[in-house]
């Protein structure tokens, strides 16, 4: 089945310290990625998405993500965190280009420490 | 410009009851999706709208739940005899099109249901 796994459910870093969410999804044919963020009370952003162009993806708020074939992964990254970048996190596969339909990993909560 | 909108932002309704969720979609989007969040969990696709056509119903969860769309604008999605288990937030996405696997959905904030 196609999946997509999210290896922690949360991650705590200090402002000013790296980033690393990481996401690896099922090997079918190559999909498309995306990285959304939800702030609390808030919809669904886009961060960036993976079409099969570079497979380093630059995307909003400083944040980057590379897609990995031979390791079937998509880790999201960031130099140095902001205290605004806490959020849940979601990375998110489409395989579908006949339904558009999303599939969603569980979700990683970035907690930023002062 | 606008982005998706959804309504009500929150509903709290007794189990049995039928509730009616409503979407706006971004102008000029053809496509359009519903997905549900369960507290957490990650988001469960539902169904998606081509125009006014919804081709596959197989992820709606029971006979339940239903979805219809007019206009290639405003969706409905609706929940009948509403039970505990349907308390989740729902969530609307719209795109520019469905002919694109790479395409860009975009989400409204969401409406949080609530069955007691």
């Known amino acids: 089945a196609q999946s997509v796994t999210q290896l922690d459910s949360h991650v705590s870093v200090s402002e000013g310290t790296p980033v690393l969410l990481r996401c690896n999804y099922s090997s079918s044919y190559s999909p498309s990625l995306f990285w959304y963020v939800q702030h609390p009370n808030k919809g669904l952003q886009l961060l960036l998405k993976?079409?099969?162009?570079?497979?380093l993806v630059k995307g909003i708020n400083g944040f980057e993500a590379e897609f990995k074939k031979s390791e079937t992964s998509f880790h999201l990254t960031k130099p140095s965190a902001h205290m605004s970048d806490a959020a849940e996190y979601f990375c998110v596969v489409s395989y579908s280009s006949n339904t558009g339909k999303l599939i969603f990993g569980q979700g990683t909560t970035l907690q930023v420490k002062p | 410009g606008a982005g998706v909108s959804q309504s009500p932002s929150n509903k709290v309704t007794e189990k049995g009851k039928d509730v009616e969720l409503r979407c706006d979609p971004i102008s000029g989007h053809t496509a359009l999706y519903w997905y549900r969040q369960r507290l957490g969990q990650g988001l469960e696709f539902l169904i998606y709208?081509?125009?006014?056509?919804?081709?596959?119903k197989s992820g709606l969860p029971s006979d339940r739940f239903s979805a219809e769309r007019t206009g290639e604008s405003v969706s409905t999605l609706t929940i009948q005899r509403t039970q505990q288990e349907d308390s989740a937030v729902y969530l609307c996405?719209?795109?520019?099109?469905?002919?694109?696997?790479?395409?860009?959905?975009?989400f409204g904030p969401g409406t949080r249901l609530l069955v007691l």
């Open positions: 996405a719209s795109s520019f099109s469905i002919s694109g696997w790479q395409e860009t959905q975009y």
């Open positions: 709208f081509q125009g006014n056509s919804a081709p596959d």
């Open positions: 993976y079409t099969s162009a570079a497979t």
